[in-house]
């Protein structure tokens, strides 16, 4: 039963969050939240639609006078109770994540406090929002320039990353004084709930968070509509953020998207290659490989293709899937049948194609066995498509250049990894990738710390970084006359 995985029962919550009010709305259908390890059904959340989101989007904008009033010391401080909250309740909300989503429960603690990192962050950055008194350009005017809050934000969010991608829009967003109505997606609606819960028992005012379950193109299409929601924040596909992209033209909306990637991991000839196969394996093999900046492609040199392709096949044969709640398990199930099913379907496309399957290349039930293949091309599916599998392929390049066009040889511009030497070598082809973020000689980029983000097709903006609250705010230029 779900409530035995649980430290705090009490955090597994099945009812909308509005105006702070839970309501589970009787009259509505359910939507079913299980287990993708066991397809086990673990709650049952409300199929709320666009009268919900109208009545979410009334109480946020109801909200946002006297929440963006606040001084930012007093929203600090509600948000660093929040973040605290979050940590002494890490266990639960582990739990929760591996329930609804499957990884290993570390790994889902790791996230959990991944995403307390950014209420401290946020909090700490609201304090420190300036504005600048301008030069006067005359004897009769002073001009000053402020940022304040852009207000009413919607965030719709994935379920790859059910705590951590919460946590990443709700903390900037509400330190900086904006007021949000949230959309966290179907298969994982419950670490969402709870990190509402928590931000109540914080102080949260009522209608500054809302949180609503249910049909995503009907509660979306309230958000788009809306005048008064001035910014729609989305991590998703690169397909669903064309279309919000285009809805939210219609009033003009700020858009932060956060997209898609089909990341390249390059070994050049004078690579660490023990060091490589290390990184590959966490890269590539994390949360089952359902990852937006996770590495997609394995691009090596000829000189050191035999050694890396051997001692990664070694390193990934080890790997072991399964229930996220046994010890031993290291990547957790895909989030449902159909991923499988994809993925099946990727590899068979490419083994038609000419590749080979050296490690891997086979499920059971919702687990697939970590894949690599050799024999890949780059006009393969496998080579074009964001994979979000435990599974990639390798490509074998000769010169420096041919290996950097076959990196940027793609839509997508989230995430690009590389192991080389020396420090002019590291500059000159971290300048030459098509990338938001670039690794050289690590893929353990991302911290609460630093801007996480795309460019190309996958997305605009950036979240987390000292600049953590930017996209929150908006400038405003008053000119006094003297």
Known sequence: ??????????????????????????????????????????????????????????????????????????????????????????????????????????EAKGEVL????????????????????????????????????????????????????????????LAAGCTMVLKPAPETPLSALAIAKLGEEAGVPPGVLNVITGDAPAIGQALMDRPDVRMITFTGSTATGRLLGA????????????????????????????????????????????????????????????????????????????????NDTDLGPLINAGAVERT???????????????????????????????????EMRLSKEELFAPIAGIQIFETDEEGIALANATEYGLTAFFFASGAPRLFKISAALEAGIVGANTTATSSAYAPFGGIKQSGNGREGGPDILHDYLETKLTVIGL
């Open 344 to 378: 099946a379907a990727i590899q068979g496309e490419a083994v038609a194609q000419g590749a080979t399957v050296i490690v891997g290349g086979s499920s059971r039930d919702f687990c697939y066995e970590p894949t690599l293949l050799t024999g890949v091309t780059p």
């Open 247 to 326: 809805q939210a033209a219609a009033t003009v909306k700020r858009v932060a998207l956060e997209l898609g990637g089909n990341a390249p991991f390059l070994v050049f000839d004078d690579a660490d290659v023990d060091l490589a196969v290390t990184h590959a394996v966490a890269s590539r093999f994390r949360n089952a490989g359902q990852t937006c900046s996770c590495t997609n492609r394995f691009l090596v040199q000829r000189g050191v293709a035999d050694d890396f392709i051997n001692k990664l096949s070694e390193a990934v044969i080890t790997l072991s899937p399964g229930d996220g709640f046994e």
């Open 114 to 173: 991944y995403g307390a990192d950014f209420f401290r962050l946020a909090a700490e950055e609201a304090t420190r929002v300036h504005g600048r008194l301008l030069e006067r350009r005359n004897a009769t005017a002073q001009a000053m320039e402020t940022r304040e809050p852009i207000g009413v934000v919607g965030a719709i969010t994935p379920w790859n990353f059910p705590s951590v991608l919460v946590s990443r829009k709700v903390a900037p967003a």
């Open 1 to 106: 039963m779900p409530l035995d995985r649980l430290p705090d029962p009490n955090l597994l919550i099945q009812d909308c969050y509005v105006d702070g009010m839970w309501h589970n709305w009787p009259d509505l259908q359910r939507q079913t939240v299980r287990n993708p390890h066991d397809d086990v059904t673990i709650a049952a959340v409300p199929m709320a639609g666009h009268a919900q989101a109208m009545v979410a989007i009334d109480a946020a904008a109801a909200a946002l006078p006297e929440w963006r009033g606040k001084l930012p010391q007093e929203r600090a401080d509600i948000v660093l109770k929040w973040e605290a909250l979050i940590r002494e309740h890490a266990a639960t909300l582990a739990a929760l994540v591996t329930l609804e989503q499957g990884k290993p429960v570390a």
